[in-house]
């Protein structure tokens, strides 16, 4: 899989914006930093390959990868259901000294 | 779509990835987080903070002035970065409270996002508020009173066509209004905002001396003979035209005839039972001197032939400058017959005896006169105004003042149905003619607004709803409907105006020196009444027929 569909696209969103500025759980060791970004990938993408696309594209090196498999939510229009598609979300943790401009 | 995100950002990150930029990304937030605390003090000193604001653009702005003309000016204003940069930030700090982002809850959005997503708006926005709040400073600045709104110079981008037919792009500078020259002006991304504009200045005068303004008031009172008169008048426009079937054609009486009409021997018109009346007329776009004489005395079936010549003007001008013959064989005669003073006319007016009419009339008339003479007294102290002001007026002003009241007058001239030909000879005159009239009207407008301000003297809101009570009246409509008729255009201004200059002249008035003069209008309608009355009546009578055709 080409790395330019591994990631599809950064997820600029509140919490994302928060991630890369706040401290996590997974990087307590470096205080005030979050360093963290969410990105929306391809649903069959591993961690590694999602790292590897990652340090690629933006030339920075990562420290951990975590995924979330977002399920997509049944909508209805009039008596036809139907459903929103499936995506996977992957939280990029850099290393110490990089990071990543979403905006 | 995502490859192409993808790819920018990783531009991004490339060419900003140094040592220094974690150590920034870590201050952010603290800015971020100092940021609402700020907004939060806004809304409670919204007017003083706006004050203040432009006593600190007035501040941090450079002006340069230039001389262009008589009460013309040049401005050239300079509005340094930093307070673009801070007008900038203030208003992203503002828009950043309620921007709705994709993915951010209300106002949680960073600034720098906002930033991204809103910098054409705010640009926008900023370069309207810059330029417009930017000239008020400078004129506030410099101390200036302009008159009417600025002209702005922008350079505008043309497409012209070039010989070969192939269209080409020219800039050029132009002065225009504000609201199309901000569409042309670009905001700098670095260094200055700099913009120039024309102005035209109220003029700087000296009034003259108020008091004891010299007015002449003629000595005219209403008499035994003007009530006969008018009663004379009131009883003819009641009168009918009564068929006359012997006799002789008396001066001012209707004719039916028939009609020949022959240039060099050819016939051009011919016409049964036209109406005309025994005077001189105009028949056919050719005016008849002399007709009137020339039917009186003639009796029923006479033929009269009468020759004219055509006017350089006429319709036809195939005609023109030569003489036609007309021909007419009078086949009917009618004669006003007016009613005597009686019962049925009293109750046609609503009065119970001659002498309620009379003393109605009297009081009617009287008003009429007061009114007539206290106009003519204002006209004079208007005069004397204009006289004694030595005053400059701005040429642009007077230009744009003469061309509005040639407009106007010129579709009261084609709504009177008066030919193209006609019209447009006018013009020419009335141009001339209305130069000076604009000037004269600016002048005193400016003498009586700076009386007005010194006197305090200004029109209270029931002194104008009075006003439009009034004009409500007259026109039997409805008194809103009139107030929001009136408010849509400039029409309240220019009552309030109106009314503010009629106060001016009153007070003016009052303090006037006025002496008493023989009026030269009395001693005439005296003569004509004494020497004939009757001839007075119909000469009424002409003029007003002659307005009716």
């Known amino acids: 899989m080409d790395i330019y569909h591994v990631i599809k696209r950064p997820l600029v969103t509140e919490k994302g914006t928060h991630q890369s500025q706040q401290s996590h759980e997974a990087t307590r060791h470096r205080r005030a930093r979050g360093g963290a970004y969410a990105f929306e990938v391809h649903p069959e993408a591993s961690k590694p390959t999602i790292k590897q696309a990652i340090e690629k594209i933006y030339s920075v090196k990562v420290q951990s990868v975590r995924t979330a498999r977002r399920i997509g939510k049944t909508r209805r229009v009039r008596y036809k259901t139907g459903k929103t598609a499936d995506w996977k979300k992957a939280v990029v943790v850099l290393h110490a000294d990089y990071h990543i401009d979403l905006f | ?549």
């Open chain 2, 1 to 549: 779509m995502s490859d192409e995100d993808v790819a920018v950002n990783q531009e991004d990150t490339a060419a900003e990835q140094d040592e220094e930029q974690p150590e920034q990304d870590a201050k952010q937030p603290e800015q971020d987080e100092e940021q609402p605390e700020q907004d939060e003090e806004q809304p409670a000193e919204e007017l003083s903070e706006e004050e203040q604001a432009m006593a600190k653009l007035k501040e941090a702005i450079s002006v340069e002035k230039e001389e262009i003309g008589p009460l013309r000016l040049k401005l050239t204003v300079t509005v340094p970065q930093d307070t673009l940069d801070e007008r900038r930030g203030d208003q992203f700090a503002e828009l950043k409270r309620d921007a709705l982002v994709p993915g951010f809850r209300k106002g949680h959005a960073p600034l720098r996002l906002v930033e991204k997503r809103f910098a054409t708006d705010v640009g926008e926005q900023l370069k309207t508020q810059l330029i417009g709040s930017g000239y008020l400073a400078a004129v506030e600045k410099e101390d200036l009173k302009p008159l009417g709104d600025p002209l702005f110079w922008v350079k505008v981008k043309e497409e012209r066509v070039g010989d070969d037919d192939k269209p080409y792009k020219v800039e050029t500078e132009k002065l225009l209004p504000i609201d199309k020259a901000v569409d042309n002006m670009i905001l700098p991304k670095e260094g200055p905002l700099t913009f120039s504009c024309e102005l035209e200045l109220k003029p700087e005068f000296e009034l003259p001396e108020l008091e004891k303004i010299p007015v002449k008031r003629p000595a005219v009172a209403i008499d035994d003979d003007d009530v006969e008169s008018e009663l004379e008048r009131m009883c003819m426009m009641r009168g009918v035209f009564q068929p006359v079937e012997e006799g002789e054609v008396e001066a001012d009486d209707l004719l039916y005839a028939d009609m020949k009409i022959t240039v060099d021997e050819e016939v051009i018109a011919r016409e049964e039972n036209v109406e005309l009346a025994a005077r001189d007329l105009r028949v056919k776009g050719v005016p008849l001197v002399g007709f009137g004489k020339a039917v009186v005395g003639k009796a029923l079936g006479d033929q009269v032939t009468f020759e004219a010549e055509v006017p350089d003007d006429h319709e036809n001008i195939d005609i023109r400058g030569k003489t036609a013959q007309f021909e007419f064989v009078i086949c009917e005669v009618k004669r006003l017959e007016v009613p005597p003073i009686d019962e049925e006319f009293l109750a046609t007016t609503g009065f119970d005896s001659e002498k309620e009419l009379r003393a109605a009339t009297r009081s009617s008339l009287e008003s009429q006169l007061d009114a007539t003479i206290n106009r003519g007294m204002r006209e004079q102290i208007g005069q004397y105004l204009v006289d004694k002001t030595v005053l400059e007026i701005p040429e642009g002003l007077s230009q744009r003042q003469t061309d509005r009241s040639i407009a106007r007058r010129m579709i009261e001239m084609y709504q009177a149905g008066i030919p193209q030909a006609q019209v447009e000879k006018e013009m020419d005159e009335l141009r001339a003619r209305a130069h000076d009239q604009a000037v004269r009207d600016l002048k005193l407008f400016f003498i009586l607004e700076k009386i007005a301000e010194e006197r305090n003297i200004d029109v209270t809101e029931e002194q104008l709803n009075g006003a439009i009570a009034q004009i409500a009246r007259q026109s039997n409509r409805r008194f809103d409907r009139v107030r929001d008729e009136l408010s849509k255009g400039e029409g309240l201004k220019t009552l309030y105006l109106q009314l503010r200059d009629q106060q001016v002249l009153k007070a003016l008035l009052e303090e006037a020196e006025i002496t008493e003069t023989e009026g030269p209008k009395k001693k005439k309608k005296v003569k004509k009444k004494k020497t004939a009355k009757k001839k007075k009546t119909t000469k009424k009578k002409v003029s007003r027929k002659k307005t009716d055709e």
